[in-house]
């Protein structure tokens, strides 16, 4: 008892107090910031901005007017890219009527389309700004894949049945095993890729509502079983390399949860999963192993994680990648509400 009224008062002294501590920190001045991702066949895009303090009032990420910004692929220069105006959507946690703000930006083009293998620079100058510099490693190749099966290992259908309400939707639980094969491309060579199964579809016409997402914890991925807020929310994406399988395929199993609100009798096409895998750049892997580390939202008292750059003077990313993706129709019908 005594332990338990000691926990207690030291939970009330920490909840109780409040101090303003006075910044002592060095100022940071601005950067430039590039975030660029090419792909073989696709021409070179750039959005550019500036970062700011974080104790700044004016929180102004457009990139100066005079800004310049220069392409080279293999160590020769293309030429300049163009900017244009743009927006970024930026998705934001918490209960807020708007759960998102758009964020007008500039990004810069190139018609240049690079091809696999090729290493792409970016830089960028202005005024008063540290010239900044990021390149990819060697832009991936394409990677053999396929759907192995897709079969349901549990399924719940209920509904509540209210007297004042005529319309009363169904609802269904259920889980998927799905198992996809992937080759290696580039045997001796360490790759790395990133795989997704996650999302959420509302048919805003009918009401019908379909939330899915995979458990990475497959030993392939490297930030096995990463679930959030107590297993209810997956993690967005997999990491992996082939560390498992250099050189050979190996068969990736991802246990998949569905939850499904049936109002109206929906569209079958409503009802599928897609599945996208893309071989990425190490830089862009690294980047992407940062992200998904801070997204752990659970971890209150872990250290301050560093996102990854490779933008020399700056930040940012400069990085390369290939996609492939199909639509898994689930292995149901779900042509009729049905009770």
Not at 66 to 86: K, S
Not at 244 to 273: A, M
Request: glycine share 6%; with cysteine.
């Amino acid at each position: 008892m005594k332990k338990i009224l000691l926990s207690i008062l030291g939970l009330a002294l920490l909840v109780s107090c409040e101090k303003e501590i006075e910044f002592k920190g060095e100022q940071v001045d601005p950067k430039l910031v590039i975030g660029s991702l090419v792909e073989s066949g696709q021409p070179v895009s750039a959005y550019i901005t500036k970062s700011f303090f974080f104790l700044d009032s004016d929180e102004d990420t457009m990139a100066p007017d005079d800004l310049v910004a220069t392409l080279y692929v293999n160590g020769n220069r293309i030429g300049e890219m163009t900017p244009h105006y743009d927006t970024l959507y930026d998705y934001h946690h918490g209960y807020l009527p708007d759960m998102g703000i758009y964020h007008l930006v500039k990004v810069f083009t190139h018609p240049y389309c690079v091809a696999e293998g090729d290493v792409v620079k970016v830089t960028a100058s202005a005024n008063g700004f540290d010239d900044v510099t990021g390149e990819s490693s060697p832009v991936p190749n394409e990677t053999a894949w396929h759907l192995v099966s897709a079969d349901t290992t549990s399924w719940n259908a209920y509904s509540y049945d209210y007297e004042e309400e005529e319309d009363v939707p169904l609802y269904i639980d259920a889980e998927l095993e799905i198992i996809i094969e992937i080759t290696d491309p580039n045997p001796g060579h360490t790759d790395y890729f990133e795989i997704v199964i996650d999302g959420n579809y509302n048919d805003y016409e009918t009401g019908n509502t379909f939330y899915f997402g995979a458990s990475y914890n497959d030993p392939v991925f490297e930030n096995i079983d990463t679930d959030i807020a107590g297993g209810y929310l997956p993690t967005s994406k997999g990491l992996f390399t082939d560390l498992l399988f250099d050189g050979k395929s190996y068969q990736i199993k991802l246990p998949t949860s569905i939850w499904i609100s049936i109002l109206r009798d929906p569209d079958p096409d409503f009802f599928h999963i897609p599945i996208k895998i893309e071989h990425v750049s190490k830089e862009y892997y690294y980047y992407l192993n940062t992200c998904e580390q801070d997204d752990e939202l659970m971890q209150f008292f872990a250290e301050p994680i560093q996102t990854y750059s490779n933008v020399d003077g700056g930040y940012g990313l400069v990085g390369a990648h290939w996609t492939s993706s199909i639509d898994l129709p689930l292995p149901v019908e779900f042509t009729n509400k049905s009770r």
